[in-house]
């Protein structure tokens, strides 16, 4: 049993522009310490953001109108807290305490990711899929949903009808499709928003790597400040991290499907 949203639901929108302002603050610095929290919906964006990095407001709002459309923008940016600050100060170390599991995926979970993505292509505007052994739901707004039974006789389609979905309709959040971003490997940490010293980033990532590399769990735990991780210098999982955001083509990116 699996859900996925698409990168035009409320929430992957949130993400989405979480996710370019911290392109930005890579593009801006070599190493940002940077996290963001989003809340959008209803004409309206509220974005806090605790970084290093010295932002115009008016770049914010750029980025906010170009994903996120005719809203009016709340944003507050504001320093790092100094004690995290200081624990990146010598070397690179992990960024905060946490459990992190990666998971193989299964066939299904292959199946509704190939799905969502093609639905998106015909349709990309906001839509939520879900695979429960045999039963497909098929939620996609904008649609001509003759179309879609057509394409998945046997899938419950719009189960209300049609429906326009979007930002107007529902609010969205960072970090809160977890699910649709990690299946099986969901612990407690979120993806998005974050640099890449944050072990929900970086360690999230490489455990989803060698998850499907060995086939077999990966199940890890670590304390803010740990230089080891898993065997392997913390720097190391960073820049196997930093290696997988640049293949997708940055954060962004990353945000609209999360790990598959």
Not at 71 to 83: A, F, G, K, S
Not at 95 to 110: A, R, V
Not at 119 to 143: F, H, T, V, W
Request: aromatic share 8%; glycine share 10%.
């Amino acid at each position: 049993m699996i859900e996925k949203v698409n990168p035009s639901h409320p929430d992957k929108v949130a993400d989405r522009i979480a996710g370019a302002i911290v392109d930005l603050a890579y593009a801006k610095q070599e190493n940002p310490k940077i996290a963001v929290e989003v809340l959008i919906g209803h004409g309206k964006c509220h974005v806090m953001i605790e970084t290093s990095v010295n932002f115009d407001k008016k770049e914010i709002e750029s980025v906010i109108y170009r994903i996120g459309g005719e809203v009016e923008p709340d944003i507050l940016i504001t320093h790092q807290d100094v004690h995290l600050a200081n624990n990146q100060k010598e070397k690179v170390r992990c960024g905060d305490n946490g459990i992190f599991k990666g998971m193989p995926l299964t066939s299904e979970q292959k199946v509704i990711s190939s799905m969502a993505h093609d639905l998106y292509r015909l349709y990309p505007y906001d839509g939520k899929y879900i695979i429960d052994e045999m039963k497909i739901i098929i939620c996609q707004s904008n649609a001509d949903t003759k179309h879609l039974k057509e394409l998945y006789p046997t899938a419950l389609i719009n189960p209300l009808g049609d429906w326009k979905g979007g930002i107007n309709v529902d609010t969205g959040a960072t970090n809160r499709k977890l699910g649709s971003d990690m299946a099986d490997g969901v612990t407690g940490g979120g993806l998005h928003g974050k640099d890449l010293s944050k072990a929900d980033v970086s360690i999230n990532i490489y455990a989803f790597l060698k998850a499907q590399k060995t086939g077999y769990p990966v199940v890890i735990s670590c304390a803010i400040g740990d230089d080891t991780i898993d065997g392997l210098p913390y720097s190391e999982i960073v820049s196997i991290a930093k290696d997988y955001i640049n293949v997708i083509g940055g954060f962004e990116k990353f945000a609209e499907w999360g790990l598959f």
